[in-house]
């Protein structure tokens, strides 16, 4: 079985501060894992993906085996990261496509 | 369209009814999915579809819920005898086969009162 697991419903900082947003999984293969994120009046889109270890908008995210999380980061909070964030994780391979997301945190980055 | 279709957008309907939601992935897209989500619940997977393959249905709260897809392209999801619970955000996304970034719809926001 996959899970996700999100601990903050909510997160508020202010602006200029740094921010985490913490995820969790479990999974018994080699896992695949991304952060989307849903702005305000807007679909559901790909904020980044561990595979890519890009920085996107000024987060990053890294995959830590060991303790199974894959934690999102921004050194610096701006008041249009302002959104509700959803870590997920998928497998590899067949019907492991299935993308099994958390229950999001809302950030709120205030002025 | 450039991206994922769903209609309708909004949905009213009363306890026992039945109702039809549809997606209209992008066009080549082998994968599509559909996903509910609601407060406090973030996004529950409900079916997955690939191919040609069978689908993925661990994702169905109750028999109630059915969905198809029809000639590896639109999909419907049908809710028979709707129930207040099942009061929701209805999304579906896409992707071409295998691992990689979905693309979501607006979704169909579905109120039984």
């Known amino acids: 079985a996959q899970r996700v697991t999100q601990p903050e419903k909510l997160l508020s900082v202010f602006k200029g501060a740094p921010v985490e947003l913490k995820c969790n999984y479990s999974y018994s293969g080699s896992p695949e894992l991304f952060w989307y994120v849903q702005y305000s009046r807007q679909r559901l889109q790909l904020l980044l993906r561990?595979?890519s270890r890009e920085s996107i908008k000024g987060f990053t995210a890294d995959l830590n085996k060991g303790e199974t999380s894959f934690h999102l980061k921004k050194p610096f909070a701006q008041e249009e990261d302002s959104a509700m964030y959803y870590c997920?994780?998928?497998?590899?391979?067949?019907?492991?496509?299935?993308?099994?997301f958390g229950k999001g945190t809302l950030l709120t980055v205030n002025p | 369209g450039a991206g994922v279709s769903q209609s309708p957008s909004n949905k009213v309907t009363e306890k026992g009814k039945d109702v039809e939601l549809r997606c209209d992935p992008i066009?080549?897209?082998?994968?599509l999915y559909w996903y509910r989500q609601s407060l406090g619940q973030g996004l529950e997977f409900l079916i997955y579809?690939?191919?040609?393959?069978?689908?993925?249905k661990s994702g169905l709260p109750s028999d109630r819920f059915s969905a198809e897809r029809t000639g590896g392209s639109v999909s419907t999801l049908t809710i028979q005898r709707t129930q207040q619970e099942d009061s929701a955000v209805y999304l579906c996304?896409?992707?071409?086969?295998?691992?990689?970034?979905?693309?979501f719809g607006e979704g169909s926001r579905l109120t039984v009162l």
């Open positions: 997920a994780l998928s497998g590899r391979g067949g019907s492991n496509y299935k993308l099994t």
């Open positions: 996304a896409s992707r071409p086969g295998g691992p990689g970034e979905l693309f």
């Open positions: 066009s080549g897209h082998t994968a």
């Open positions: 561990h595979i």
């Open positions: 579809f690939q191919g040609n393959s069978a689908p993925d």
